[in-house]
């Protein structure tokens, strides 16, 4: 910052100036004043111009180095707040305010980038954890029964939980910036719920659970991402298996309708089902609940995502239940 580009910024004073002494002159000659007189006149008033911008020149430039050199000596340059000097004038005052809320902003961020980093640390010990029991028990089937052929040994199901892992965690990781990985189109929801059926049909068909798709609408179409609707369809079918009844045949109902205009589909269990104190908190990230804390292994982020999937493609999500008596989740498209 340099005088001169300071008077270029500022040439409005050095018009004004011309301005005043031109009109103090004419003034002088039409009362036949003294040439000497307007001389001086002329001379005073640049003078006190000079001097009056160079003394704000000084002022500003020192408050503005003054800012600058503690910044640079800081580690944590988003606290630039914390070493403005006393402001002086309406115009530092005004600098001080917004630096200080750009601090206060980025400060914001930090404690935001630190939480979510702290968030996705604690998801990967839980993680690391869950994942930990299929590795553990396809050990144990390879070591224990080693005569048995791989695929009536039961190391399917235990690699196809350690993928379904898998696959959470890499939707946790790209959910952020889902925008950058979708697309839009019309998608059928009979194919998609086919498919998931299709993929998890071995686990299904061992506990006998029974799947109905009588009312599901096979020539329903919406406007979808295939694969992330397809993720977040994976994810409630597996709480359904996960949360079933020890001693009661699984029935998993799907079934399409219609709200408001909106297109629903619709998947109901009669399973365990969730605690009315739990209802409000299902879609939080980390909320596992009473049944997460009775033995049922969960890190509370299954319908966290499906929240923060629907939300991002613009769809409803809502979830009904009651203890013992099963539950019903309805996607609004």
């Avoid at 200080?100 to 996705?120: F, G, H, L, P």
């Avoid at 998801?123 to 590795?135: C, D, F, M, S």
């Avoid at 599901?216 to 609707?229: G, N, P, Q, Y």
Wanted: proline share 2%; aromatic share 10%; net charge negative.
């Amino acid at each position: 910052m340099t005088y001169f580009k300071y008077l270029r910024e500022h040439g409005l004073w050095l018009g004004i100036s011309a301005f005043l002494i031109l009109t103090i002159n004419i003034f002088l000659f039409t009362i036949k004043g003294s040439f000497y007189l307007a001389i001086y006149v002329a001379v005073a008033v640049l003078s006190c111009t000079i001097l009056g911008t160079y003394i704000d020149y000084r002022r500003q430039r020192n408050f503005l180095a003054e800012i600058l050199n503690n910044i640079e000596e800081m580690d944590d340059k988003y606290l630039a707040g914390e070493v403005v000097g006393k402001p002086s004038s309406q115009e530092e005052r005004l600098i001080e305010l917004i630096i200080r809320r750009m601090e206060n902003s980025m400060a914001d961020k930090v404690a935001d980038y630190r939480r979510q980093n702290e968030e996705y640390k604690e998801y990967i010990q839980a993680w690391v954890h869950e994942v930990k029991i299929p590795l553990a028990t396809g050990k144990m089937i390879l070591e224990n029964h080693p005569e048995i052929p791989l695929k009536d040994s039961g190391m399917e199901d235990e690699i196809k939980r350690i993928n379904s892992y898998v696959e959470q965690a890499l939707f946790y990781a790209r959910s952020e910036a889902v925008e950058k990985d979708y697309l839009i189109k019309k998608v059928n929801l009979s194919e998609i719920v086919k498919m998931n059926i299709v993929e998890r049909k071995k686990s299904l068909i061992s506990m006998g659970a029974q799947v109905d798709l009588e009312n599901l609408d096979s020539s329903a179409e919406v406007l979808s991402d295939a694969k992330w609707l397809s993720f977040i369809l994976g994810q409630l079918i597996d709480n359904s298996i996960k949360y079933s009844k020890p001693d009661v045949k699984l029935n998993l109902s799907f079934y399409t309708s219609v709200d408001e205009g909106k297109t629903c589909l619709n998947i109901q269990d009669n399973g365990i089902g969730i605690r009315t104190a739990d209802i409000d908190r299902v879609f939080e990230k980390g909320f596992t609940g009473y049944n997460g804390r009775i033995g049922k292994q969960s890190t509370g982020i299954g319908l966290y995502l499906c929240r923060k999937l629907c939300l991002r493609l613009e769809h409803d999500i809502e979830v009904s239940s009651k203890p013992e008596a099963g539950t019903l989740i309805t996607i609004k498209f």
